[in-house]
């Protein structure tokens, strides 16, 4: 009995000397594994929510409002743009080259300066007079000339340069005499102008279609800066580029293609 005294002694005497932290695990090793499970539960589920956060931080940044905005702008300002450079006038179709009234095609056709509607057109200050020019049906209003064309289903007036066969009982007030390879030309601010062959007297506006050529060209075309183009010099006239030529030491100039 004494001994047991004694061996109880001993042992409550070795607790009180272990450190608190020690005699706490070991006094509660049952409870302390349990906390411990609580402890790894809480960390799992932080980690699980945290995980859970960074994929729906990822969801978000792929399903990002402002972005999808802007990409849907983007789309659709790209799509825009592209429509809106196929798209006509109002309340027409694709924009068109303008033809003339019977559908054919206006290739031929020098324009010089701006389109007009018939209204517009038949408010000009002067008196549009038609003058028949070959097929071709042209209006003469002052020094300007006019065809009629058709753009996008509308009927409107063209300024044009004086059209080749063109007839007229005297020359413009200001012209310039100029040499040509087929005889004397006489160049003024409309048109470019020949004697009418055989002494009837009148003048035409002669053709300047490529291959065209003179000896010299008239003092309005040398007024702009000239182009230099593969090795050629260029000058314009009247809607017309004129190509500088050199042949047996003398110099022409021809109509040409434009050099652009």
């Not at 009234?101 to 300066?113: C, K, N, W």
């Not at 004697?195 to 035409?204: A, C, E, N, R, T």
Request: charged share 25%; net charge neutral; aromatic share 10%.
């Amino acid at each position: 009995m004494a001994r047991r005294r004694f061996l109880a002694s001993v042992v409550t005497l070795a607790l009180l000397s272990l450190p608190p932290a020690a005699a706490a695990e070991s006094s509660s090793k049952g409870g302390a594994s349990k906390g411990s499970g609580f402890s790894k539960s809480t960390s799992k589920s932080s980690s699980k929510g945290g995980f859970g956060s960074s994929k729906s931080k990822a969801g978000a940044s792929k399903s990002d409002p402002s972005k999808s905005r802007a990409h849907s702008s983007k789309k659709g300002s790209s799509k825009g743009s592209s429509q809106a450079t196929k798209v006509g006038p109002p309340g027409s179709g694709l924009p068109s080259a303008p033809v003339h009234e019977d559908g054919s095609t206006a290739e031929d056709v020098r324009i010089r300066g701006s389109y007009f509607s018939e209204a517009t057109f038949a408010a000009l200050p002067c008196e549009p007079v038609e003058i028949p020019v070959g097929e071709r049906r042209c209006w003469r209003c002052g020094d300007a000339w006019f065809e009629k064309l058709v753009y996008d289903g509308q009927a409107v007036y063209v300024e044009v340069f004086a059209p080749e066969g063109a007839r007229a009982d005297q020359l413009p007030e200001h012209v310039q005499t100029i040499r040509g390879e087929n005889g004397t030309y006489f160049a003024a601010d409309d048109a470019l102008y020949a004697p009418l062959q055989g002494g009837s007297g009148g003048f035409v506006v002669v053709s300047t279609a490529p291959g065209f050529r003179v000896e010299e060209l008239p003092d309005a075309a040398r007024h702009g800066v000239p182009i230099i183009a593969d090795g050629f010099t260029y000058y314009r006239y009247l809607g017309v580029y004129y190509r500088e030529e050199r042949e047996d030491g003398r110099t022409y100039y021809v109509a040409s293609e434009s050099p652009f």
